[in-house]
């Protein structure tokens, strides 16, 4: 009874693995990292736990001599006047990911996933997704989009696999906000 249980357990593990139905990721083509770099306003996100209260959140990136993107989240807590936060963390790009996978480092020494799904052309909006499908961010070089290209990049996100349902529109207010953070 007891090999039973443990070959019944065993199959039922290996049929979950096998059973994904979701296929990998897009990746944007080529990710010129240095282009890549500055600020992003976040406008919408499937957030993680400390993103659900941010306001005015902008990640900027800035890749350093040690070869690694130094990484910070600015936001307001609460509300556009709620006290200003910074959260650090470190890009790792992966060189077989043409740029477009990074292994974030928020707390050493465990490694998130993080893609560049899509990247507008002129390098004014980006998506970043995971492969879990767990957390989503359509970043922009301005603190808006129009609604029309919006819905566009939230298309693309639903065709991805992902399920809006928990999608959250980041306030923006004033960009100057965020200057000398």
């Known amino acids: 009874m007891h090999h039973a249980l443990l070959i019944g357990l065993a199959t039922l ?20 990292i240095q282009r890549f770099m500055g600020d992003w306003y976040v406008i919408a996100a ?5 993103e659900k209260q941010a306001y005015n959140a902008v990640e900027r ?8 993107v130094e990484t910070r989240f600015i936001y307001n807590k609460g509300d556009f006047d709620g006290p ?12 077989d ?11 050493w020494p465990f490694k998130a ?3 560049v799904i899509y990247l507008a052309e002129d390098y004014s909006v980006t998506i970043i997704g995971r492969e879990a499908r767990d957390y989503l961010w359509v ?13 566009t990049l ?3 996100c639903e065709e991805q696999g992902y399920d809006l349902s928990e999608l959250r529109m980041v306030p923006q207010g004033d960009a100057r906000q965020q200057e000398g953070s």
């Open 13 to 32: 593990l290996m049929a979950a693995c096998q059973s994904n139905p979701r296929p990998p990721l897009p990746l944007a083509d080529a990710v010129d």
């Open 46 to 50: 499937i957030p993680t736990p400390f």
């Open 61 to 68: 990136y800035r890749y350093t001599d040690a070869g690694y």
């Open 84 to 95: 200003k936060k910074t959260l650090h963390a470190k890009g790792f790009v992966q060189e």
């Open 97 to 107: 990911g043409r740029g477009a996978i990074w292994r974030m480092q928020f707390v």
């Open 113 to 115: 996933d993080y893609r």
């Open 139 to 151: 970043m922009a070089r301005t603190p808006a989009l129009p609604d029309a290209q919006l819905d």
């Open 154 to 156: 939230l298309r693309f």
